[in-house]
């Protein structure tokens, strides 16, 4: 029960005030606070590290611009440390490292590179409904092809980010509707439409990486 | 329900999302129309591939040395840590013992909660259970109004042996029993009538042993009542009136 986690080492926290109050006050105190938090922060993200890692990653489709992504999302952690009271440390991790990604890196990078999203042009046009329609009878064996991890991964990179990232935080992270909502920014019902959407896109690009091999 | 309702809501059945009533109607549409069975089969078969085949990228070894280093080496890069000085601590004795005590407070009421939302959740699936018995006509698997051969066939699949007395004289015969699936360990179930209605009574051991009296809740339309003893927990649920249920539990309590 991270709740209780939390609340304890908030508690720790303040004793540390106190205790050091009756003895020294100033630096050593300071020194005290400086410790819990830092001891805070280390719980947090060593539990929490791999999920921002492999969100980032999947996000970013790149190992060196993730760890950049972790890297920063981690500092604005930290710094925001006081901030979070909440006892949903994996979602508040990773709703920074989403922000970070769409905000520094993002900016950083080159134009023209994502993946277009745009939630209207998604319709499916009539190869696509043919597509989903023989995916749907053959999910099963595109399944157990040889090759079925290299083209599970590579559909799922080729979803735009804004479905790619539900995807991600549903099936890999199992977070409920509510925390990914929380995390994207976005109303539970978009939750639930994007995934309708992101898995209909998944049948169909499974479908064509079928036909295409 | 109708096709474009069962669609609609899907995924939502998928992930678990739907409350128990919603998740009911949609197994029942399901169980009637091959087209949202072949639907959600896909679903469900595209669901299982990407947890199965999608690459999980765990951080590499060093990522987390180099964010502790770059938090620890510059302290000018995080300001935030200004916050935390303590200047005159006397003067804020008073507010740290405060905070001290609400923070205490807020861990008991943390572990408290942490027990009911526990509750909570064994409550959802003993009511999932009995639901899932009672529509699904899954109710019985050894029928028997004969405590002897209730009770042995119980023993022999499960790794405790719960009391099956019979209550025909309290007015609650017994049906049978089955296995049951409930907070994460196979149950007896054993099943009783009174009138036209069923009392399904989940038992299992109970590492908090102990004797706990029996509590009533009710939830979703149905009574339940809950109590342990003897290492053992019992969840009876039902739609009688609670205080039918209640009647039952103490004729089963006090004959076993």
Redesign the interface.
Known sequence: ?P??VY??M??SR??G??F??LSA??VE??EL??RS??RR??QL??QH??A???FA??LARD?RN??DV??EA??RA?????GFHG?NGRAWLLAIVRNTYYTWFRRNKAEGQSVPFDEDSMAANGHDVADLES???S??R??QQRD??R???AA?ARLPEEFREV??L???EDL??KEIATIARVPLGTV?SR??RA?KL??QH?QQAQRES | MNCTESRSRLHAYLDQELDLPGAVAIDQHLAACPECKALFAAQAALRSGIRRHAEYHAAPADLADRIRSKIGASPADVPARRGWRWPQVGQWLPVGAAAAAAAVISWTAAIQYASVAEDQSVAEQVIAGHARSVLTSHLIEVASSDQHTVKPWLSSKLDFSPPVPDLAGAGFPLAGGRLDYLDNRPVAALVYRYRQHVINLFVWPDAKSGRVPPEALAKHGYNVQRWSDAGLTFWAISDVNAAELKTFSEAYASAR
């Open positions: 029960m709740g209780a609340a304890r908030a508690q303040v004793q005030r106190v050091a109050g006050p100033g105190a300071f606070d400086e938090r830092a922060f280390e993200f060593t590290l791999d921002a890692y492999n990653r999947w190992e993730a760890e972790v890297q981690c500092l930290f710094k925001s440390l006081d006892d995916a749907i009878g999910i099963d595109i399944l079925a991890q083209l599970v991964n799922l995807v991600v549903r099936e890999l409920s509707y639930m995934l309708a898995r998944l049948l499974l």
